[in-house]
């Protein structure tokens, strides 16, 4: 709504056409008669009440939802902020060869590939590598793939275009638009992270803010607000400086930044080791390390907690791509175990957001002079929830089932450091219609005492999720 100058002349109008309308409820009603002077005068200066409140939430960007994008858009320009039309598409491509090798072949940054020609429309969708990659001959048997019979060099990429048309299915990109020695094909094995689609209102207000507060990379809010801008698969980011206690490598590294992140690319890849007992940790090439899928040797497939334990987080680069995630073999179990210096295959999943964004903030341009910046992938703390409802009309069964999405919806909406309190989830519960009460059994990080009821602290570098499991409703 755009905030026009209203003469003299024009509020004369408005009250006098005001006057004259008739009010057909006169005519048929018995009571009081309405003033036909002063109400008219009221419902104008009513009229013009509102659009100065409009005007301060337009000013002070408070409820963003409730006001219209082009008023928004018009106020954000004054930080030379358009609205998001949408973001790059993130993949990891594979990059392979089948024969041997004797010399270290590169796959270089912003190196173009690009899907096929899709038949119907006659669109490609390119893409670009945002770092640069090596595979070296000293290490050939690191970059074998037993299942492929290839030898593959993952690289990650961004889309050259943004929005939500960049969302590809994997093997979909197939196509080096330039040659590249030592290398014969490329392509995704999962599809890429999806490009944003337009901002909302509520995002475009945030981001604002960021401006204002900071303009800079060099500054908290201005990475914050860059990484959020920048990187697709980040819905949240919390940075750790100076005198935080939640730093821990300060003695060590001048200038260190640690920057959690909300967020998650999971990308399969294939290590092959040798078996060195039980006291040597297994630290795999890729991390920080999301799940084991297989360990085998000699034909023998081992499983996870009775052959060997899986160590992720430990240390003070925990959960970044300079950690140690790794595999370490228990003295006891169900399998007997490879003699040394066995061959042994692992298959597991990292989460290649964090390695993505380590490469592209040590491009050029973003490179900042004294900061040590280390990615760290944020932790979910897991949430147990047993209540008693109590249903006051409808379907219980149906009651139930809004209950339970409603919860979980909540939950898992929240980002890093948001607390978890019973007042929130019970305002929640009662927008539910047909809910009569609802009493807690268990409102506790899970693990937790059981019966234990109290809000919940989130560190900020964590979030709080709900999983169906671990929430139970008795209906009494």
Do not use: C
Request: charged share 20%; no cysteine; hydrophobic share 35%.
């Amino acid at each position: 709504m755009a905030i026009s100058k209203i003469s003299a002349n024009e509020f004369a109008t408005r009250i006098s056409e005001s006057v004259n309308n008739r009010d057909s409820s006169i005519d048929t009603s018995i009571g009081p008669i309405r003033d036909v002077f002063i109400d008219p005068f009221s419902d104008v200066l009513e009229n013009q009440n509102d659009r100065i409140l409009y005007l301060n939430s337009l000013l002070s960007l408070r409820n963003a939802s409730s006001l219209v994008p082009d008023d928004i858009d018009d106020v954000v320009s004054n930080e030379n902020l358009v609205r998001w039309q949408g973001s790059r598409s993130i993949v990891t491509l594979t990059f392979s060869r089948t024969s041997d090798f004797t010399s270290d072949y590169t796959v270089p940054v912003n190196f173009p590939v690009s899907t096929i020609t899709d038949p119907s429309t006659g669109n490609i969708v390119s893409f670009k590598t945002v770092e640069t990659k090596t595979m070296t001959s000293a290490t050939m048997s690191r970059y074998y793939n037993p299942d492929t019979k290839q030898y593959e060099l993952n690289v990650l990429a961004a889309s050259i275009p943004t929005g939500i048309t960049t969302q590809i299915g994997a093997n979909t990109i197939t196509i080096m638009m330039r040659s590249l020695d030592g290398f014969t094909a490329v392509t995704n094995k999962a599809a890429t992270s999806n490009g944003k689609s337009i901002e909302s209102n509520e995002d475009l207000a945030k981001r604002y803010f960021l401006h204002v507060e900071g303009a800079q990379i060099g500054t908290p809010a201005g990475l914050h607000r860059f990484i959020l801008d920048n990187i697709s698969g980040v819905t949240d980011a919390y940075i750790v400086y100076g005198t935080n206690t939640s730093l821990t490598r300060q003695s060590s590294d001048a200038g260190a930044i640690d920057i959690w992140v909300l967020g998650e690319t999971a990308l399969s890849s294939t290590y092959s080791t040798y078996y060195n007992g039980v006291e040597t940790l297994n630290a795999f090439p890729f991390q920080p390390v999301i799940r084991v899928s297989s360990v085998i040797s000699g034909g023998v497939a081992y499983t996870e907690g009775d052959d060997f334990d899986l160590i992720t987080g430990v240390g003070d680069y925990a959960y970044s791509n300079s950690t140690t995630d790794g595999i370490k073999w228990l003295t006891d179990g169900s399998h007997v175990k490879p003699a040394i210096g066995d061959s042994v295959t692992i298959i597991y999943e990292y989460n290649s957001l964090i390695n993505l964004m380590d490469s592209y903030f040590k491009q050029e341009e973003y490179y900042e002079g004294g900061s040590d910046r280390l990615f760290r992938w944020a932790q979910e703390e897991s949430i147990e929830i047993e209540a008693n409802l109590k249903v006051r009309s409808g379907n219980p069964s149906s009651i139930v089932a809004l209950v339970r999405t409603a919860v979980t919806d909540y939950v898992n909406a929240l980002r890093l450091g948001d607390n978890l309190e019973e007042f929130d989830i019970d305002a929640v519960v009662a927008g539910v219609y047909g809910v009569d009460n609802w009493t807690y059994v268990t409102l506790a990080v899970s693990g937790a005492v059981s019966g234990t009821i109290s809000d919940i602290e989130i560190d900020p570098n964590k979030y709080a999720r709900l999983a169906n499991a671990d929430l139970v409703i008795n209906l009494v």
